[in-house]
Every structure is written in C-alpha cells, then in structure tokens.
C-alpha cells in the first residue's frame, strides 16, 4: 500500500531534550516536507527536499533541523525542544509538481 | 514567495445547501492548485486539483474553478453530505504554500 508512515504518533517531552520524528514514504517520490499545524494557522512548511541530500528551509525551520540521506525517509530533528514546538507535525511527499501525499501526524507536547 | 488566502475560516450549513471556499494567490507563476480535506486526526487527502491551463474542472459533488487573470480559485461542493464536514484547505505550488484553512460544517 502506498503510503507516508510517521513515528511516533504521539509523544511527550521535556525542554531541551533531544528528539527524532521519522518520516518515510513507499512511493520513490523525490519531494518531501514538514509542516506543522497550530490552531488558526494552518500549515506551515518547516522544512522540504526536492531530491536527496538537498534541503531547503520552509517557512518557520527556527528550531528544527532535518536530513534527506536516502530518497524514502526525511527525519525531523529537533535538537533542544521548547514549548512554543508543541504543534502537530505532518510529513508529506509527492512527485515535483504533484499531489502532496501526507502521513497520519505526530502531536508533539514539549513540556 | 507565494502567498495565499483562503475564506471563510469557518462555514456552517445545512445539508442539501452548496458550499463555496475561495483563495487567491500572489504568483502569478503558480499552475497547479489542489484542494485537501482534513478530518479531524487525520492528515490532509487530496480531493480535487486543477491545472493552470484549465479553468473549471468537476467531479461528482465537487468542482473548482481558477481565474488566473484575478489569481483567485474556488471550491464548490453540491448537495451537501454531514460526511462533508471537515477543515479543506487550498494550495498554490509555488513554495507550496497553504491557505490557512476553512472549517466546514454541514448540520443535518
């Protein structure tokens, strides 16, 4: 089945506290990003790739670091949590110029 | 980059009754234009898109139509269903922007 896989769904966290949100998708598509969604704003893209070992920021990559080591998986790193993180992260994928595929979502709470 | 609005934010009605979500984007150089729905703990499913070169494109219960000239583009749904209910959110594919969402509500 096709399809964008997130890990974890759920996760609960301390400020400063290192962690890795994986994201992989099934479908050999070279495009991937991250968005995280917050009440009132809609998606905001924090980081995308247009193909392998190519990175580029989004609109609010402050905080998060990510890497496009092999096409299928774009971990999302955030490598001292602050509260203000505390969103729903979604993973997506698609061809360039086509639809975007999107995993199920992580709800992150960094207390 | 590009920058796009979407309204209302919220829309209530009844079942039966049409429901319409307009957004208008700032490059003119966006060509592709999708619609997601999101229910609620799920992620975004694409439900319909349409192309620079076309302007008004249906399925079923659901059309779009672009004006490119005007840089706007909207989403009618038909007859509408509770199972409608759901935030829909538009697209531009320049810097894949999203509009900011329309939380629709359709009361039986």
């Known amino acids: 089945e096709a399809q964008v896989t997130q890990n974890p769904r759920y996760l609960i966290t301390v400020t400063g506290k290192k962690l890795t949100v994986t994201c992989s998708q099934n479908?050999?598509?070279?495009?991937m990003s991250w968005y995280r969604q917050d009440p009132g704003l809609g998606l905001r893209q924090i980081y995308y790739s247009m193909n392998v070992e190519v990175t580029d920021k989004g609109d609010v990559p402050e905080g998060y670091k990510v890497s496009r080591k092999e096409k299928r998986n774009f971990p999302l790193i955030l490598e001292s949590p602050s509260p203000n993180q505390t969103s729903l992260y979604f993973c997506a994928s698609s061809l360039i110029g086509g639809q975007q595929f999107f995993g199920p979502g992580t709800r992150l709470t960094v207390l | 980059g590009e920058n796009v609005e979407q309204h209302p934010s919220t829309l209530s009605v009844q079942e039966g009754d049409s429901a319409v979500i307009k957004c208008t984007y700032s490059d003119s150089a966006s060509n592709y234009f999708p619609w997601y729905k999101q229910e609620l703990g799920k992620g975004p499913q694409l439900i319909i898109d349409i192309r620079s070169n076309v302007g008004e494109k249906k399925d079923q219960r659901i059309a779009v139509t672009l004006n490119k000239t005007a840089k706007h583009f909207s989403l009618h749904i038909t007859e509408t269903q509770p199972e409608d209910s759901a935030v829909y959110f538009c697209?531009?594919?320049?810097?894949?922007?999203f509009g900011a969402g329309t939380r629709l509500t359709v009361k039986p």
């Open positions: 697209a531009a594919d320049n810097d894949m922007r």
């Open positions: 479908m050999n598509h070279e495009y």
